[in-house]
């Protein structure tokens, strides 16, 4: 008789919100994860959440840019018996989709901290992974059917390394797409800043950017590149210094490979909330916001206001040659004395830990396996 082949490990759907730099990332890195553990993960997804996916990990990417919400749930009722679980970074509406097809979820959130209220599909899910900041645990303790599902995880980046300081000054520009902006705002941001960081520079100094493919290609800009996430962090592990929005993704990156940073105007209402996070409790080298340039922003508004206003406030500063000069100006002096210490976000890890994405993905397959789906009502293909 021939041998029989092993079975294949458990099969997972991931997504991740199109919003920002974080969910895309978190996704992959679990995908990752999830492969060295023998998963089998796909992907489904839209917009530049897309840029960050590769094959492998994952077996298949599948993309629903522009599908309508009943196609959406009718893809996924196709395809529900042949996963296990899905898993979402953040996006809670293609949660409720998922569960609607019939499908287990998990749900990853970094931003259980931040949520006037959290998404009730959250309470429906069978595993919470809550991404530890400032008042996560505390957060959760006022909420004994969320807890009952959740496990707190550490920030999903590798183990701190060496800081080695090159020539080069880094400018994140990624996560600056979202439902509210067009792709002409954030190409529209991303010059902006990549222009003013330059012109900052007191003596001849390569910037090197990352941003979205459709920001990067907008640009044609030899300086700009789209990267994937291990590439990021050499990046800013190599460089004199960086300048990043003030993403959690980014602040915990930050914390991992311990560059010196100035956090660049928010372009997220969790920016300002998280910078000042930052600020409050020492992690924080410098930070420059739309304030400083005469143009304070109501961060507590509903988000659509709150990205017009940012959006209104990149078009001003642009056609202005004064406050692209004032712009200029902030970043040199913020700058300046940025290295050669260590950024103060590195401490972040001493409070918080690292290697949440083994942690979160460890739990994922133990689920998977817990809930007895493989081999249930699913083919092969």
Same mark, same amino acid.
């Given at each position: ?16 919100? &199109? ?23 796909? @992907? ?34 196709? $395809? ?61 303790? &006022? ?36 439902? @509210? ?7 529209? @941001? ?22 979205? *493919? ?11 590149? !789209? ?75 509903? !988000? ?34 940025? /290295? ?31 809930? /007895?789906? *493989?081999? $249930? ?5």
């Amino acid at each position: 008789m021939a041998d029989r082949l092993p079975a294949p490990g458990p099969r997972l759907l991931l997504n991740a919100q &199109a919003f920002g730099f974080g969910p895309a990332a978190a996704a992959a890195v679990l995908a990752e994860e999830l492969a060295l553990l023998g998963c089998v993960p796909d @992907y489904v997804g839209e917009g530049h959440t897309l840029d960050l996916q590769r094959t492998p990990p994952y077996r298949a990417i599948h993309d629903w840019t522009d599908l309508s919400e009943g196609e959406r749930l009718a893809r996924l009722r196709r $395809r529900a018996p042949h996963y296990d679980l899905f898993v979402t970074a953040m996006d809670f509406p293609a949660a409720t989709l998922a569960r609607r097809a019939g499908l287990d979820v998990a749900v990853y959130d970094a931003l259980t901290w931040f949520w006037p209220e959290i998404p009730a599909v959250a309470h429906d899910t069978a595993l919470y992974l809550a991404q530890d900041f400032f008042g996560v645990r505390e957060r959760l303790a &006022a909420d004994p059917a969320l807890r009952s599902r959740a496990l707190v995880v550490p920030p999903l980046i590798p183990p701190r390394r060496t800081w080695r300081p090159g020539r080069h000054v880094l400018v994140n520009l990624g996560g600056l797409h979202n439902p @509210y902006w067009q792709t002409s705002d954030a190409v529209a @941001y991303a010059r902006l800043m990549l222009e003013a960081v330059r012109a900052a520079q007191p003596v001849a100094r390569p910037v090197v950017a990352t941003a979205s *493919r459709r920001v990067a290609a907008e640009l044609a800009d030899p300086a700009v590149g !789209t990267y994937d996430h291990a590439d990021v962090l050499d990046l800013m592990g190599s460089a004199a210094y960086a300048c990043m929005t003030p993403g959690l993704g980014h602040i915990y990156d930050a914390a991992a490979t311990g560059v010196p940073t100035l956090w660049l105007p928010s372009v997220n209402e969790t920016h300002p909330a998280q910078a000042r996070q930052l600020a409050a409790h020492g992690y924080c080298d410098a930070h420059l916001d739309w304030a400083d340039l005469g143009q304070a922003i109501d961060s507590a508004a509903p !988000t659509p206001d709150f990205l017009a206003a940012v959006g209104a406030a990149v078009r001003r500063t642009s056609a202005t040659p004064a406050l692209r000069d004032l712009l200029t100006a902030r970043i040199a002096k913020s700058t300046a004395g940025l /290295g050669p210490a260590p950024g103060r976000a590195r401490a972040l890890t001493d409070r918080f830990g690292h290697g949440g994405t083994r942690r979160a993905a460890a739990a994922l397959v133990r689920h998977a396996a817990a809930r /007895g789906l *493989r081999g $249930r009502g699913r083919t092969d293909d």
